[in-house]
């Protein structure tokens, strides 16, 4: 069965380094989603991609981020500048479209900022 | 502002119980998840439904569009049912079409053998 995978599944980096989370979606989904989680807390949403640009993003979502899909299979996350509140599990999702179908997500990437 | 609330936050039941987690909403929906987080942190779909019932093997999933509430139902519960169960709303209200999920809180589920 397809399915959506990420790398790392662990991440620690120095606090002002510079990260990327990587997903790869299933392949005939033509949306994409970045979620995190801070420990303890619930999943918040940070940003969808569609026809390559972003469709929405959050307030979390700010200039530190960025979503590229280099390629026909990659979806990455990028934060420029990490900082310690950064540190969260990182969800990437994928759908076939965007109300109506149902996403699926990866395994998630702990990152920890030292 | 907490747009998906859920009850319980914590629920432990003995195995064999009959098991219901409530979702309610306050935005305007297409449709609304559940999710199954595992320990690892890995998050899973259950369902996704835009009205009346799923049923997928022990697991059965309401919602109630006019009263803006969901519920998840689990029959016969197992110790391997423990996890956290997270309902998540798929907003309208993001610009109309862009079907991002809004997550509440989660219930942790521990079934006792």
């Known amino acids: 069965e397809p399915e959506v995978t990420q790398t790392p599944s662990h991440q620690v980096t120095q606090m002002g380094q510079e990260v990327i989370l990587r997903c790869v979606p299933i392949?005939?989904?033509?949306?994409f989603y970045w979620y995190r989680q801070i420990l303890g807390q619930k999943v918040e949403f940070l940003v969808s991609f569609y026809n390559n640009e972003i469709s929405e993003k959050s307030e979390i979502f700010d200039d530190q981020f960025s979503v590229e899909r280099p390629d026909g299979s990659n979806f990455t996350l990028k934060i420029r500048s990490t900082k310690l509140e950064d540190s969260a599990m990182y969800f990437c999702?994928?759908?076939?479209?965007?109300?109506?179908?149902?996403?699926?997500f990866g395994p998630g990437t702990r990152l920890t900022v030292l | 502002k907490n747009e998906v609330e859920q009850s319980p936050q914590n629920l432990t039941a003995q195995e064999g119980e009959f098991i219901t987690i409530n979702c309610s909403y306050s935005v305007g929906i297409s449709a609304l998840h559940w999710l199954q987080q595992h320990p690892g942190g890995g998050i899973v779909s259950l369902f996704m439904l835009s009205s009346g019932k799923k049923k997928h093997g022990r697991l059965i999933a309401t919602i109630n569009i006019q009263e803006k509430h969901s519920s998840l139902h689990i029959t016969a519960s197992h110790p391997r049912d423990s996890a956290v169960y997270i309902c998540a709303a798929m907003s309208m209200n993001y610009g109309g079409s862009q079907g991002n999920l809004i997550f509440g809180k989660g219930t942790k589920l521990s079934v006792k053998p």
């Open positions: 999702a994928s759908s076939v479209d965007s109300l109506y179908n149902e996403q699926f």
């Open positions: 392949s005939n989904h033509l949306y």
